[in-house]
């Protein structure tokens, strides 16, 4: 027993820097923390990556995420911004390249009910259950 504690003990201790190490020793994207210099192409892209989630982070979105693919994202949105391209036309590419997680607001498909329908589904469930406590209680 007293084996086993140790062994897993070390293992802890060898796990415990690995976040540390995820980012790679490469310099950040360019424009992944530098703001474009036309303020109305850096307001649109502020925006948009307000709405795009994090690869790695899932609850960050990249505007957020300290995460190095969120640096490589805001660089790629505001390189595209910079070339002219919509907020749209970029959200667009984001879905196509990372899939329709990515959007903090996925559009309504085949693939995206249960994520629409989950959340009704779920309230009524609980105003049921409520409704039938609520009676018992009442006898």
Same mark, same amino acid.
């Given at each position: ?9 070390l293992l802890l ?21 530098? @703001?474009?210099a036309d303020p109305? *192409? !850096? ?9 795009? %989630? ?5 609850? *960050? ?6 995460? !190095? ?13 910079? %070339?002219?391209?919509?907020?749209? @036309?970029?959200?667009? =590419?984001?879905?196509? %390249?990372?899939?329709? =997680? ?13 994520? =629409? ?10 105003? =049921?259950?409520? %409704?039938?406590?609520?009676r018992r209680r009442?006898?």
């Open positions: 027993m007293r084996r086993a504690l140790a062994l897993m003990s201790l060898m796990l415990a820097p690995a976040p540390a190490m995820a980012d790679s020793a490469m310099p950040a994207a360019a424009l992944a923390d530098t @703001q474009l109305k *192409q !850096e307001a649109q892209a502020a925006a948009l990556m307000e709405t795009l %989630r994090c690869v790695v982070c899932q609850g *960050q979105s990249i505007a957020d995420s300290d995460a !190095e693919i969120a640096g490589d994202m805001r660089a790629m949105v505001r390189e595209r911004i910079q %070339r002219g391209e919509t907020p749209d @036309q970029i959200r667009g =590419w984001m879905i196509e %390249r990372y899939g329709e =997680w990515i959007s903090y607001d996925p559009p309504l498909s085949g693939r995206t009910a249960l994520l =629409w329908i989950a959340p009704i589904v779920l309230l009524g469930a609980g105003v =049921w259950l409520a %409704r039938g406590r609520f009442a006898r």
